[in-house]
């Protein structure tokens, strides 16, 4: 059943709304990634441990520049890791 016009003016305003009181919601609407705190340490995990691998890879292969990448690797995602369990507005701890 298609919507009236009324109805989709209607729909038309919410979105607009929307879009003025909560720009990163709409954002992450219309894109459909996820900019969750959830999603921002899953996404850290995974990336400390490739670094991690990094790391364990330079010192059995003794290649110096594996080692450093794999430690700055594991560093870039520890501080991703730790930024997903702030809340993003700025507030302080999450508790």
């Known amino acids: 059943m298609p919507l009236s016009d009324e109805e989709r003016r209607r729909l038309e305003k919410l979105e607009q709304d929307?879009?003025?009181t909560d720009p990163e919601l709409n954002l992450e609407l219309?894109?459909?990634q996820p900019r969750s705190m959830a999603a921002r340490s899953v996404w850290g995990i995974?990336?400390?441990v490739a670094g991690f691998a990094l790391v364990i890879t330079g010192?059995?292969?003794?290649?110096?520049i594996i080692g450093v990448t794999?430690?700055?690797l594991m560093?870039?995602?520890?501080n991703w890791?730790?930024?997903?369990?702030?809340p993003r507005d700025g507030?302080?701890?999450p508790y």
């Open 18 to 20: 929307l879009a003025a």
């Open 30 to 32: 219309q894109t459909g």
């Open 46 to 48: 995974l990336v400390t």
């Open 59 to 64: 010192v059995i292969t003794q290649i110096t």
């Open 70 to 72: 794999g430690f700055l």
């Open 75 to 78: 560093c870039a995602g520890a």
């Open 81 to 86: 890791f730790l930024g997903g369990l702030r």
């Open 91 to 93: 507030s302080g701890y």
